[in-house]
């Protein structure tokens, strides 16, 4: 790694971008969705008795949504990428992140760190969704600093941190397109939704780690592709997205027969990628797609009753 350069305010914008751009389409924007199509039948999953409309959502909820999911997720990746054990990881998984290219020196980010903390809380009372931000924060403490995503907890954490996005995308999302629903509470239906939701991400988020191994066992971090081994790792990953795609459609009961087949089909399709080892990237690409197509099922079976 090279020494990195004097970091200019001209370059910032850029470099800020460069530590979220591996995750903002597989993370930021899957979220973000959750929390559309969510409001959009927002009587089946919270308090709030109406729905807004397609072109509110989009144009008045949208941006506050995405900015909300992208922000938060740049405080994680910016603690995540400066530890020394992460930037060794990212020299052989990511070598085009910041850090690993030298464009930026671990105190330096302490420093971006120190800086974007105090304004992502900020953005999160503006938003009302404070609280979603707070705890993601502690979520992201107990990753990184406590070393949490070293071990078998990570999985744990990651489900738990997913809920909450996933929670602040809706509550916003409401509150922002229509004027009597912000300050919503989940239905028994919507707890339901989201605990599902955490078992999904518990069971199969393994699937990013098949890539990411070689690193992954340079730093001893516990994932189960390394602890159980890859073979076994790729058999449960494939029976689990296929039986939660089945669990998820049995779930949501009336929506149209070719998208209950479409999702089972999905799900069947990665679980064959997995194993048949065609790619994990591609997988992991898949994957997140099949989370979208999750979130939509709630749409399908309100407008399809």
Same mark, same amino acid.
């Given at each position: 790694?090279?020494?990195?350069?004097?970091?200019?305010?001209?370059?910032?914008?850029?470099?800020?971008?460069?530590?979220?751009?591996?995750?903002?389409?597989?993370?930021?924007?899957?979220?973000?969705?959750?929390?559309?199509?969510? &409001?959009?039948?927002?009587?089946?999953?919270? %308090?709030?008795?109406?729905?807004?409309? &397609?072109?509110?959502?989009?144009?008045?909820?949208?941006?506050?949504?995405?900015?909300?999911?992208?922000?938060?997720?740049?405080?994680?990746?910016?603690?995540?990428?400066?530890?020394?054990? %992460?930037?060794?990881?990212?020299?052989?998984?990511?070598?085009?992140?910041?850090?690993?290219?030298?464009?930026? +020196?671990?105190?330096?980010?302490?420093?971006?760190?120190?800086?974007?903390?105090?304004?992502?809380?900020?953005?999160?009372?503006?938003?009302?969704? %404070?609280?979603?931000?707070?705890?993601?924060?502690?979520?992201?403490?107990?990753?990184?600093?406590?070393?949490?995503?070293?071990?078998?907890?990570?999985?744990?954490?990651?489900?738990?941190?997913?809920?909450?996005?996933?929670?602040?995308?809706?509550?916003?999302?409401?509150?922002?397109?229509?004027?009597?629903?912000?300050?919503?509470?989940?239905?028994?239906?919507?707890?339901?939704?989201?605990?599902?939701?955490?078992?999904?991400?518990?069971?199969?988020?393994? #699937?990013?780690?098949?890539?990411?191994?070689?690193?992954?066992?340079?730093?001893?971090?516990?994932?189960?592709?390394?602890?159980?081994?890859?073979?076994? +790792?790729?058999?449960?990953?494939?029976?689990?997205?296929?039986?939660? %795609?089945?669990?998820?459609?049995?779930?949501?009961?009336?929506?149209?027969?070719? #998208?209950?087949?479409?999702?089972?089909?999905?799900?069947?399709?990665?679980?064959?990628?997995?194993?048949?080892?065609?790619?994990?990237?591609?997988?992991?690409?898949?994957?997140?797609?099949?989370?979208?197509?999750?979130? +939509?099922?709630?749409?399908?079976?309100?407008?399809?009753?």
């Amino acid at each position: 790694m090279s020494a990195p350069k004097t970091l200019r305010m001209v370059d910032l914008p850029g470099l800020i971008w460069e530590f979220t751009e591996n995750d903002f389409a597989t993370f930021a924007l899957p979220n973000a969705g959750f929390g559309l199509l969510a &409001a959009s039948v927002a009587p089946t999953l919270t %308090s709030c008795s109406e729905s807004p409309g &397609a072109l509110s959502l989009l144009l008045r909820a949208a941006p506050p949504v995405i900015l909300f999911n992208w922000a938060n997720l740049l405080i994680f990746d910016i603690a995540n990428q400066r530890l020394p054990e %992460s930037v060794t990881e990212d020299a052989i998984n990511k070598p085009w992140r910041p850090l690993a290219r030298g464009k930026i +020196s671990p105190i330096q980010t302490r420093q971006l760190l120190l800086a974007a903390i105090p304004a992502v809380l900020g953005l999160g009372a503006v938003l009302d969704a %404070s609280w979603e931000t707070a705890l993601i924060m502690l979520l992201t403490w107990m990753y990184n600093d406590l070393h949490g995503g070293d071990e078998l907890s990570r999985d744990v954490i990651i489900a738990i941190a997913y809920d909450v996005f996933l929670m602040g995308s809706l509550r916003i999302a409401l509150g922002t397109a229509t004027e009597t629903c912000r300050a919503v509470t989940m239905s028994t239906t919507g707890y339901q939704w989201l605990a599902m939701i955490a078992g999904v991400i518990m069971t199969t988020m393994q #699937i990013q780690d098949l890539r990411d191994q070689e690193g992954d066992r340079t730093r001893g971090r516990k994932t189960w592709p390394l602890v159980v081994g890859d073979s076994v +790792s790729r058999v449960w990953i494939a029976v689990c997205v296929w039986l939660w %795609s089945v669990a998820c459609v049995w779930f949501w009961e009336e929506v149209p027969h070719f #998208i209950s087949a479409g999702t089972m089909a999905l799900g069947g399709w990665i679980g064959a990628c997995v194993l048949r080892k065609t790619g994990d990237v591609t997988a992991w690409k898949w994957w997140c797609f099949w989370q979208l197509v999750l979130y +939509s099922l709630p749409v399908w079976h309100y407008h399809w009753r």
